[in-house]
């Protein structure tokens, strides 16, 4: 059993584990310095603005952060240590309004309070107390002020540097993570490109190529959003929401019990989540992909589409795929708006409602009001405990699209493939062998059947026969594009399965029908590139063939630029560079398939005259359409419905007056009649 796709995202971004790491820990840093900002907030309120109204008693003007007031000097009692000389004389400084005033004695620092005609009333559960006191002028309040500037300037200053040291560790955080999931996509999409390599050919056959392209293309980018944007940010709001979560615990339990509350509804909204969009996006990505196989294959048919008047139907094809894709969007669209920001902005306000509702309920206990520190904080932290909430609902709908796109890739990483083997083997010499092979492309249904010939190295052999008969077959087997359900094949004596696919192409040459070429430059179309392959090898090759009488009369000679499938040269130079980019491999075996079949008399003739050269000591296969090319063949084998019919040279063949013979006849007699 396969493990899940979950698990299995989770198991490429462990071979990155480092970066992830320190990444991490840069962010539990940068959230805990961060955090710590309502805390000072709180300190520096309840500490040093409201703190210093409460109980100060009379202190030695020696003594530090003492208050001057009509010739005595007051220290806070709570900063009186047991070494100093303080007298019994208490006071207490009480702000009413915006105004504070100063008592000779100690009353309640709970309770509502008002003044009228300089009495001081204060009203707690017990009843209402009334004390006689003096207004402080803006100069004697500003002199209880100044002990508490400098800690106040301090502790701003500490919170500044804490931002900044958080907001280096927060850069940090988010290149190692971001780096880290680059890294992972990239290493994904390497042996996602690289499984396309060793699936079967059939794969290929059955699949649009857009389709397969939007699976390394479209679908990886939605992974590589899964890393560096949606599990990053999962993942710092997860940390932030712990830290949050720490700090309301250290500031009152109660309420931090209420707040987890939001745990569970997150996890069941995910899940519902999860239910719909996995099944959304499961058919928005497959349409996308269909609409990627419909658009590269309306543009590579774009000739036949016009010239079959098509473009109409064409369109239709193109708008039920659209129209699918936006229906589910749409659904989509409905399932975010219905849980994401006005589901949070709900809970967000009950969450305020139950907070007030739990202070308010607190506040009627006039001996139990809570301090504008304390609040400042409860609100700060709930705030910020919403922000992450917020940003892990908004990351639901990329990682629905995440996991969908993964399916889909390991999906293809999961069909059975081969390891692609690039070890060299000796040169084989060519001599091929058939052994009572049989062959289908799907199950029963057998194109070749029993099939048995031999190919001496050096000989020039050539298939011929109607459409169907099983010559392209053949070359699909010997190249091991194919492996036969029955029989055996060897090259000099050794089983082809006994080396892998490439080692048995690496010999080997092929020239197919329609000529495929790759952008560059002619030059690199000859070489593919191999450091093997010199540029003056490429040019021999190019003039053996004769390819030479065009190309020199190019602005850039053999550097002349090839487009995309190389639609600016005609199929007769396209067949020349590819017929020169296989010899210039020197292969012990050439295959021709059907080579010659599109291509114009002189062109044709150009070829024949490199053949007789260039089949030297090689041993040449050759799928004819045209007879007239093959007559100079050792052996010509006839196929038909997948059975070898007759075999000889040309003259045996004539002289047999079979299958060979009607299929000439009839070619000749066509030529005769366009003449």
């Known amino acids: 059993m396969k493990p899940s796709t979950e698990k299995r995202l989770f198991q490429y971004a462990l071979q990155f584990k480092k970066g992830i790491i320190i990444g991490l820990t840069c962010l539990i840093v940068a959230v805990t310095l961060e955090l710590a900002g309502p805390l000072i907030a709180k300190t520096i309120i309840d500490d040093y603005i409201l703190g210093v109204e409460g109980y100060w008693q009379e202190a030695s003007s020696e003594e530090q952060d003492v208050v001057p007031y009509q010739d005595t000097f007051y220290k806070r009692v709570d900063r009186i240590s047991s070494k100093e000389q303080i007298t019994n004389n208490t006071v207490t400084l009480f702000q009413i309004g915006t105004a504070y005033y100063l008592l000779d004695e100690e009353v309640p620092l709970q309770g509502k309070r008002s003044v009228e005609d300089g009495t001081i009333s204060i009203e707690t559960g017990d009843g209402i107390l009334t004390y006689q006191g003096e207004k402080l002028s803006l100069a004697e309040v500003t002199a209880f002020f100044k002990p508490e500037q400098l800690p106040i300037l301090l502790l701003l200053g500490l919170y500044m540097l804490l931002i900044v040291i958080a907001g280096v560790f927060q850069f940090f955080k988010t290149f190692l993570l971001q780096k880290s999931a680059n890294q992972i996509v990239k290493k994904m999409r390497n042996d996602l490109f690289a499984h396309t390599q060793r699936v079967p050919i059939d794969y290929f056959v059955d699949q649009p190529a857009g389709t397969i392209l939007a699976r390394i293309t479209n679908d990886t980018e939605a992974i590589r959003d899964l890393y560096e944007r949606v599990l990053s940010i999962i993942v710092t709001s997860a940390v932030y929401m712990v830290g949050i979560f720490v700090a309301l615990f250290i500031l009152d339990v109660k309420l931090a019990m209420i707040c987890l509350a939001i745990i569970p509804m997150l996890f069941i909204w995910m899940k519902v989540y999860k239910h719909f969009g996995t ?288 639609t600016t040269y005609s199929l007769g130079e396209r067949q020349l560079i590819s017929f020169a980019r296989a010899l210039a491999f020197d292969p012990a075996i050439l295959i021709l398939d059907e080579a010659t079949a599109n291509i114009d008399t002189e062109t044709e003739m150009v070829i024949q005259q490199a053949l007789e050269v260039l089949k030297q000591g090689r041993t040449t296969l050759v799928i004819a359409h045209r007879l007239s090319t093959i007559q100079q063949a050792d052996t010509i084998f006839v196929l038909e419905h997948g059975t070898i019919k007759e075999q000889g040279n040309h003259e045996q063949l004539i002289h047999e007056k079979g299958l060979y013979y009607q299929m000439y006849k009839m070619q000749q007699g066509k030529i005769k009649a366009a003449v």
């Open 279 to 566: 099944k959304y996006n499961t058919v928005i990505r497959a349409t996308n992909s269909e609409i990627n196989g419909n658009i590269n294959e309306a543009i590579q048919g774009m000739p036949i589409i016009q010239a079959f008047n098509r473009e109409k139907r064409t369109k239709e094809e193109f708008e039920i795929l659209n129209e699918r894709h936006y229906k589910f969007q749409r659904k989509l669209l409905k399932l975010q708006a219905l849980t994401q920001y006005n589901l949070v902005t709900v809970i967000r306000n009950l969450t305020f409602v139950g907070f007030i509702w739990y202070f308010g309920g607190a506040s009627l206990d006039l001996t139990s009001i809570i301090s504008i520190g304390m609040l400042y904080a409860f609100v700060d932290y709930i705030t910020r405990l919403f922000e992450p909430v917020t940003d892990i609902v908004n990351q639901l709908p990329l990682l629905e699209q995440a996991r969908v796109a993964g399916n889909r890739v390991f999906e293809l990483m999961d069909l059975d493939g081969e390891e692609v083997v690039l070890e060299s083997i000796e040169k084989y010499k060519g001599n091929i062998v058939f052994d009572h092979v049989s062959f289908a492309y799907k199950e029963e249904d057998y194109v070749l059947k029993d099939i048995s010939f031999q190919v001496k190295s050096g000989e020039t052999v050539a298939f011929v026969g109607h459409t169907g008969s099983g010559k392209s077959s053949i070359m699909n087997l010997l190249f091991r594009f194919y492996d036969p359900q029955k029989g055996k094949i060897t090259i000099d004596g050794y089983s082809t399965s006994e080396w892998s696919r490439q080692q048995v192409r690496s010999y080997m040459g092929i020239v197919l029908q329609d000529p495929f070429l790759f952008s560059g430059t002619i030059l690199s179309n000859v070489t593919m590139n191999d450091p093997g392959i010199t540029k003056e090898r490429a040019i021999q090759a190019l003039k053996a063939v004769g390819a030479d009488r065009f190309i020199e009369k190019l602005p850039k000679s053999y550097e002349e630029v090839v487009t995309e499938g190389g």
